[in-house]
């Protein structure tokens, strides 16, 4: 599919994030309050004081989670109508004075969460971290090439591109310690994940084609993780206080519609999955992924590339493993897909797996290294896909780590 012109200039750039094809929606502040807004080149749109041809009520909160919960017919309409204001010059008069400077707002959350679940599907990231606590031959759990493991973490804690996000504290126990003891995490992590958000609820189970068909849009998310926490406190039940510190999503919603062109198959089976995980068709997405890190004062170090076409399970199996136990998922839901690593060491999606369990420092640019993350680090996650002279960009998905504070210590 070819690049869809706009009588916005800057949106028919090859190396913007948002062409016509692409139109995310997000919620900016330019001064003058929270509004919905779609990313245009440069600009972004005021949807609200446009002729979208919808509900204005849909539009009263500055949220996303009306529109979603309107539906897929009208997530067409409204996308079909954007497309039309922003491409046909006969209404660039009516449309122009609603266009702000996407440079000059603080963009905020898009969508309201309602539930977060993460989960574990990318081969490569579960054969590493395996590998490094129970051996090659038992890298993978019994259950892994069967089932979307997962977890429910906590949709209070996500927050948007942009927030800081503070070193926490926790219960630690080295492998040479007799006890545990309370203070900051000294192995803090990032997990370079895509986020899916349910835009349509249900109350049973659905299949992998009903799923595919609930999910609204996607992100770019860092899943924040204490490593050192983690390794303490997760059996028998897994990961708890060690994910509660902070998820980071990019602001921007980019539509399963728009990402249509770059389906893809999923990796050949090693096993068979049972009948309601099978995809009827191209589930994964061709996306390029990548991580920086910059210090404080520093210059960004890629530190990781990657790919979304590499993971085991799409969003959609994961959406209808999910509801298969008839549990109800509600419009806003946040489905993470776990750490997206690649075969190679520079396409792992954790310091974790890139420094090899803090063995193995990766080199920055302008000199030191990194097994963890540092105070004053920020780290970027970007991804786009690539078309025929355009991209389907999410923006930066970027926060910087602050020194742990006293427990006791007024925020």
Not at 125 to 145: K, S
Not at 283 to 295: C, H, K, Q, R, S
Request: hydrophobic share 40%; aromatic share 8%.
């Amino acid at each position: 599919m070819p690049i869809v012109t706009s009588w916005v200039a800057s949106a028919n750039s090859a190396l913007t994030d948002f062409p016509l094809n692409n139109l995310p929606y997000g919620v900016f502040d330019d001064g003058r309050g929270a509004r919905m807004g779609v990313a245009i080149g440069e600009s972004i749109l005021d949807v609200a004081r446009v002729d979208h041809g919808q509900d204005p009520a849909l539009f009263a909160e500055p949220s996303w989670n009306a529109v979603m919960a309107a539906g897929p017919e009208l997530w067409a309409a409204l996308r079909a109508r954007l497309t039309e204001l922003l491409s046909e010059p006969a209404h660039r008069d009516a449309v122009a004075p609603h266009l702000v400077e996407a440079g000059a707002v603080r963009l905020l959350m898009p969508f309201r969460v309602s539930e977060y679940t993460d989960f574990y599907s990318s081969r490569d990231h579960a054969t590493n971290v395996g590998t490094m606590f129970r051996g090659v031959e038992n890298a993978l759990p019994p259950n892994w090439l069967h089932i979307p493991i997962g977890y429910n973490g906590r949709a209070s804690s996500v927050v948007v591109s942009g927030t800081p996000v503070v070193r926490p504290h926790g219960q630690l126990k080295g492998p040479e310690e007799t006890a545990p003891r309370f203070g900051p995490s000294e192995r803090f992590d990032i997990e370079l994940e895509m986020g899916a958000i349910v835009g349509t609820p249900s109350s049973g189970p659905i299949s992998v084609a009903e799923a595919d068909a609930h999910i609204f849009g996607y992100v770019l998310l860092n899943d924040w993780s204490a490593r050192d926490i983690q390794a303490w406190e997760y059996q028998p039940l897994g990961p708890f206080q060690a994910k509660a510190t902070a998820t980071t999503i990019s602001p921007w919603i980019v539509t399963a519609a728009a990402l249509a062109p770059f389906r893809t198959d999923a990796p050949e089976r090693e096993l068979p999955l049972l009948p309601y995980l099978r995809e009827p068709g191209p589930m994964l997405y061709d996306i390029a992924l990548e991580v920086g890190l910059t210090p404080e004062g520093g210059d960004e170090t890629v530190i990781a590339r990657t790919n979304s076409n590499t993971l085991y399970y799409s969003a959609a199996q994961q959406l209808a493993h999910h509801s298969s136990s008839g549990c109800p998922m509600r419009v806003g839901d946040l489905l993470g897909s776990g750490t997206i690593s690649g075969p190679d060491r520079d396409s792992r999606g954790s310091l974790l797996e890139l420094s090899w369990g803090g063995k193995e420092p990766i080199s920055l640019q302008g000199g030191g290294t990194r097994t963890f993350i540092e105070d004053g680090d920020t780290l970027t996650l970007r991804g786009a896909a690539q078309g025929d002279g355009y991209r389907i960009g999410f923006g930066a998905c970027s926060g910087q780590l602050l020194p742990a504070r006293r427990p006791d210590t007024p925020t």
